[in-house]
């Protein structure tokens, strides 16, 4: 095992991958996979919805200050000259827009930010003849699926949202980029919830204005920045009527950009891999684990459905397990006592 660590170490050494939108939530947490992991990322970010703190946050925790570059990475020119100073093993695109209640508000901002700089970042990546490219997609991209767990021959769905839509575009385009560039292997992670922080408390995620997603306002209802957490809708056919997703640890998840880079297998194509932890929670039992584990209580009410939200979405993770031996490490618990640790560091800040 120590061998294996070693070897593979010294394998990556020197590989230096691109991590676009590397101060973000998931990107942050993956740069930290990578140096723990022997690579060496480049990150690029304009900080539009991350701080630039992170940087030295993933300084305390690997002893690196990773090298990071301040712009749109939509623009080619500066790209090319990243490119010609570095050689590029590998690209990880984050970089996106990612609130689904804005984009109905606001659906060009998405169309432009998350088509504009996947197609930016393909045309270098051909240009300079990078091997990976691994792209962040979403469970989104089933819709309401017809079956669960959701297994990736599972159809692409309606989804209703121009922030889904576009991460249905962008799988497209990387399909048609992978057929017609067979030198280049293109990976589509399918997220499914990512929730937590790393276990040290120093990253994590920023939520700008009132935070979309489940656990971030549950931190910020517990911290009493929130007064209230509304559940929508405990009418639905699961286990206590509330809706069920696939919680992921966030370092479970960026661990498994590492393992869809290493090692660099097949040429060319397009490889799609679900990321879930293959067990499905309902919003209660998040909220009565988060109560649990963190020894405190917090207020929620029952409200209405919200329109589009399906019953249950979970994965199947058996692909990316046989084809590269990822698992998850983390249960539901860790994930929400690392939140919280996070959380309240952030309340100190
Ligand atoms: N967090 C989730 O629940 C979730 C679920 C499924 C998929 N995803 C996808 O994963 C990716 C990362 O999500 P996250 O939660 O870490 O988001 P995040 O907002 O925390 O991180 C995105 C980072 O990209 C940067 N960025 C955005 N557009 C940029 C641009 N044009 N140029 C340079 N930097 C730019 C932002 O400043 C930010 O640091 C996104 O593509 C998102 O759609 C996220």
Not at 2 to 9: D, S, V
Not at 317 to 323: G, V
């Amino acid at each position: 095992m120590l061998f294996l660590t070693i070897f593979t170490e010294t394998m990556n050494k020197d590989r230096k991958i691109l991590v676009t939108g590397g101060a973000g939530f998931i990107g942050s947490h993956t740069v930290v996979s990578l140096i723990e992991s022997g690579f060496t990322p480049i990150i690029i970010d304009d900080f539009r919805n991350s701080e630039k703190f992170i940087l030295d946050r993933i300084n305390q925790i690997t002893a690196l200050h990773p090298i990071a570059y301040e712009f749109d990475c939509a623009d080619q020119n500066k790209l090319r000259e990243v490119f010609t100073e570095h050689e590029i093993g590998g690209i990880i695109h984050f970089a996106a827009d990612k609130a689904v209640g804005e984009s109905v508000k606001l659906p060009l901002k998405y169309y432009e930010n998350n088509i504009q700089s996947l197609v930016s970042l393909l045309k270098i990546a051909i240009e300079f003849k990078v091997p990976d490219f691994v792209f962040s997609s979403s469970c989104t991209v089933y819709g309401e699926p017809d079956k669960v767990p959701v297994d990736e021959n599972a159809p692409i769905g309606f989804t209703a949202s121009p922030y889904g839509y576009t991460k249905q575009v962008c799988e497209r385009i990387c399909r048609d980029t992978a057929y017609a560039y067979s030198n280049l292997k293109i990976t589509l992670l399918r997220y499914f919830n990512p929730i937590g922080a790393h276990p040290s408390g120093l990253i994590g995620e920023l939520p700008l204005g009132v935070p979309n997603n489940l656990v971030p306002f549950v931190t910020q209802t517990a911290a009493g920045i929130r007064d209230q957490l509304t559940v929508f809708g405990n009418d639905y056919p699961t286990v206590d009527g509330t809706c069920v997703r696939d919680y992921i640890h966030v370092c479970d998840l960026a661990d498994a950009h590492v393992a869809a880079l290493n090692p660099s297998k097949e040429e060319g194509g397009v490889n799609i891999f679900n990321v879930g932890t293959g067990l499905g929670s309902s919003v209660l039992e998040v909220v009565r684990t988060f109560e649990k584990v963190n020894n405190l209580s917090v207020n929620h009410k029952i409200g209405e459905r919200r329109e589009g939200d399906a019953a249950a979405v979970f994965a199947d993770n058996s692909k990316i397990s046989s084809e590269l031996g990822w698992k998850p490490k983390y249960t539901l618990s860790d994930a929400l006592a690392h939140a919280w640790t996070w959380q309240k560091q952030l309340n100190e800040k």
